[in-house]
Each structure stands twice: as structure tokens, then as C-alpha cells.
């Protein structure tokens, strides 16, 4: 089983899926977290569209086999990634549709930063919203294509313990 979770990397994907899976060890069946951001570089200074698509397909590459040689030995797979980072000439997708046609997850759940009032977005002036926008639409896209359910947690200031539950059922509920 493939999980693909998705979002910003100022999502609190990566620490709320850390948390969820250590919690709920025992409860999960053996699973293996992979991070894409150990794969895939800084590349927001970058000019040269060529050596961002380069950069980005040799990741690709360490990170495909990564995921697939860990699902040879039969563990769940749960990667935590950005689908894309905001680099100078726009947003680079760095999980591709060949990625996604390779791995297929089975689920791909997307962790939504969500302010629940309006003066919460000056809390979050770092937030690109345009960003986590455009990795929404990647996340559909990617489970359009696949036809795996997308599940989206909304992430909200001073509410991550709903957000982690939320994790914690989806995961129980797939790795079943």
C-alpha cells in the first residue's frame, strides 16, 4: 500500500504524519515513512530551466527507487511530499505525473493549511497561497489520474490535534 500525503512544506505534513505514525504504531501495520525532501533540493535560486529539470529528474530517480525497492519487501509506504516548489520563474512540479503513474498510491491525502478566520491570515503572511492553490489542482489531478481517493485535512491554526485524529483514522481505515 502506497500513501501519498500531500501539501506545503509549512503544512505540518511531515511532523503530523511523523506523529501519527508513532503514535499509532502498534495499532498500523508495518509501515515505512519516506520523505521526498531528503530527495529533492532547495531549488528556488536557481535560473536555468534546464538545471531545475535536471535537478528535479535525478531526485526522481533516487526517490522512485527508494519507494519501490522498500515496497519489495512488503511495507505500507506512506511518502510525505510537496508536489511542487516555488522556484524563480513559478511553481516547478517536483512529483510528476510518471512518478505518480509509477508508484500509484492508493490514497493520496493532502494536508490543507486553512485559517478559520480572516485575521489568522496575517498569522500566516508566509503562506503562499497561490502555492498551496496550485498544489490542490496537483492533488486532484494525481487522483483523477490514478483513481485514488483524495482526502484533504484541513490543518488549522491551534487545531493540529484534529488534524493528527483525522490523519490517524484515514491511515487506520486504508492500512486495514
Do not use: C
Request: glycine share 4%; no cysteine.
Amino acid at each position: 500500500m502506497i500513501v501519498l500525503v500531500a501539501g506545503l512544506d509549512d503544512s505540518g505534513r511531515d511532523e503530523i504524519i511523523e506523529m501519527v505514525l508513532q503514535s499509532y504504531k502498534n495499532m498500523l501495520p508495518a509501515n515505512m515513512l519516506i520523505k521526498a525532501l531528503d530527495f529533492i533540493p532547495d531549488i528556488g535560486s536557481e535560473r536555468s530551466l534546464a538545471k531545475l529539470s535536471k535537478t528535479r529528474d535525478n531526485a526522481l530517480v533516487r526517490l522512485e527507487k527508494a519507494v519501490v525497492s522498500s515496497l519489495k519487501e512488503g511495507t505500507n509506504i506512506v511518502l510525505a511530499a510537496g508536489l511542487s516548489r516555488k522556484a524563480i520563474h513559478g511553481y516547478m512540479p517536483v512529483i510528476t505525473e510518471d512518478l505518480v503513474d509509477t508508484i500509484k498510491p492508493d490514497i493520496i491525502i493532502f494536508m490543507e493549511i486553512l485559517p478559520h478566520r480572516v485575521e489568522a491570515y496575517m498569522e500566516h503572511e508566509h503562506i503562499d497561497w497561490t502555492h498551496q492553490r496550485f498544489e490542490r489542482q496537483m492533488a486532484s489531478l494525481f487522483s483523477m489520474r490514478t483513481g485514488a481517493p483524495l482526502k484533504i485535512i484541513k490543518v488549522r491554526p491551534g487545531r493540529v490535534k484534529d488534524a493528527l485524529k483525522e490523519a490517524a483514522d484515514t491511515l487506520r481505515a486504508v492500512m486495514e
